[in-house]
């Protein structure tokens, strides 16, 4: 997982349609687990169109879900509810919402069924308390659990109690473990809501990944350039993360996928090797993908990064068929050892030094017989620094069919941030070696 | 990061102060970034014995800000809200709530001038726009910021027009960035917290980190032997995280600290060396403090974890004291040719193997000349599995002065579960043998 380290100035576009999120749990008021269901939700919405104007985390008590529906109800067209639908006693969201609303539980059969055949094809015995999962309120419709046994539900409230005027708001409860609410949103309720709440005109979003450009200087390199879209009405928009800068456009109407794919031209043409990819892609992907399509091996000799980069890649399915060999020299004794660096060099210029990251590379290339190398040397604090070398001094190289390339960062952050600011730096490096010879 | 995972029973303790957070931010309900500081402040103020009761995520229009402040100072006796002090045209938490309360906004010499020298301390010019952080609600109290320019503000809503019969409750502003959120809390607000409500009674919370037993196991091992504590009021919690489990012990009253302490007595007394910490501690930094303080040094043999487990190690501050060299071995001819892991063996008895476990630790324990060498072979899937072995099939081994031990798992688990699962069960193996030679 990535640091959450993003201060993003877009502004999104806010359809007609109002969605508030509830997330049950106490142990997440408890601060046990991370609410991930909450960025994951919105972001997913966000990118299909669809603003999410209020969240809010209620425990597992009956009334605290009950008045959190309620408020929810009175203001919004849609809410959403994770968690509470599972067999234990701690499993009342189903039970109250039913209650609020009031819609008897009916047993269902075919629920029951399908929860028995689950444990009946892990061979496992079917737990009697699972018996609840089967219970669904009067006149909602079950959705599909692929992954578990609780399934979600979807409901109108219509006429509505709670809202003013009595106008109608559907409500739509997801189980709590992300594994299952995931597949289930994506493949059913998303859906679902694009053909419930159909957007007023054509809503094309497109983000493109970049890296090596700041965000003010991607602003100040692209906003003129398309100032006749934004003009027209396309949304631009920018989000800094940990080593990469997402260019987002959002735009409406008939003209929308003709305009957004103006802006990514002209993006592309005026930043270049800075894009590296679309929408969620990450670096670490991309590479794993286009060194697959050239046949072709990498390996990595890494110091202050001390493993990051071989997870990265190593997190990607399929990375085995490029990736050969890591090498996380962090003693001296292990780059000269296992990489043969050379004792008189890190003695005359030190492991921080363009020699060190050259020769690490090359070591790592010839000791691997990959077709790359990406080696990183550098100083990540908090002490170490020299006034020669300051904390966040990094040289990193890039050792290929072709030569070596080195290059140096200065990279002042935390222990987490520098890790991973300093690998992007490195595989963006990679990045524009393929893309030129692509080119 | 670690996933997210985590079904937690434990119930906590209700206070009798009521707390609600409200986080602020368009790029939070947008889903561009991960909020993390609900998680972080539940934590806090659970562990010194508060509960916080409710949670909701606003965008950064005044009107929403408004709602739910006014919404919450209806229930709570402390309002924290998060976000919105900065210098930005967004930034108008601050603005917005002053407005709400009826307090003018006056300007703060001092706040002013720690502003100023700030800036003038980095040799960066002062932007005129950070004028707006030193304009302060009548009435409000200042809270230093040490990590940037927006202090926190606290004030008292007395009398509380929002709150059935005009009780009295209290409103702190803490600036979104987390590197000053953080210290800030910790520093000034909660002591402040613990001196306005103070608790009815003594208050203990103690967590025991474990890893090797499972959590049914794990209360099936401890509930009996506990009884006579939990039936004397102590409360006995169990959160499973990827990996480990969390033990957690609460007491109030004058007896809490002599519950606890035999609580924790018995239960290492019965867990063994399956309690590796306390706290927030995590298993890498365990292991790194008993290695410096042995002066003994680690290498790493890593196949399916893919470096993740270098990772974890390099991510605790003075690692270099111990970490000598990690070796992520992907490919079988890196195994043979780093490793020195014998050709016939692969062929013979596959990578995944004891055979082969057993040389990976032992080869980087020769070449990188440290004490100690873990090593990881597995089958992390989804593709590679036979009957035989199959996917989630991991052998583990562990070199050290006096031999090699390995073992063998079965982690079926999604790619991110299974590195971490994996290299925990690595990690643990190495704990248990410094804590049976310490015994």
Redesign the interface.
Known sequence: ?R??????????TIGGVTIEIINTG???????????H?????????QAGY?????????DRGE?IQRAVREGLSRADLVITTGGLGPTC?DITRERIAELLGRPLMFDAAVSESIRSFFVSRGRPVPPRTRVEAMVPQGATVVPNRQGTAPGLRMEAAPNPFRPGGQRSWLVMLPG???ELRPMFDEEILPWITRQFPQASAFVCRTLKTAGIGESNMEELISEPLRHLTDAGMDLGF?ARVGEV?VRFVARGSDAAAMVAEAEAITRRLAGDAVFGEQDEVLEGVLVRELTRRGQTLA?A?SC???????R???I?G??AV?????????N??KA??LGVREETLREFGAVSEAVARQMAEGARA???ADWALSVTGIAG?SGGTPDKPVGTVWMALAGPDGTEAIQKLNRF???TF?FTTGQQALHLLFRHLVRKAG
Request: glycine share 8%; net charge positive.
């Open positions: 997982m640091p959450a380290l993003a201060f993003g100035r877009f502004r999104g106490s142990e997440l008021l408890l601060g046990r687990i991370l609410n991930t909450q960025q994951w939700l919105c972001s997913r919405l966000t603003a999410v104007t209020r969240q809010v985390l209620v425990s605290d701690d473990p992300p594994r989000c997402d990595l890494e990064t001390g493993g990051h980069l071989a997870h890649i190593t997190n399915p990375a085995s990736f050969l060999a890591g090498y996380v020299t962090y003693a004794a292990a050892r296992t000791a691997s017989g908090p935390d222990r987490e890790k």
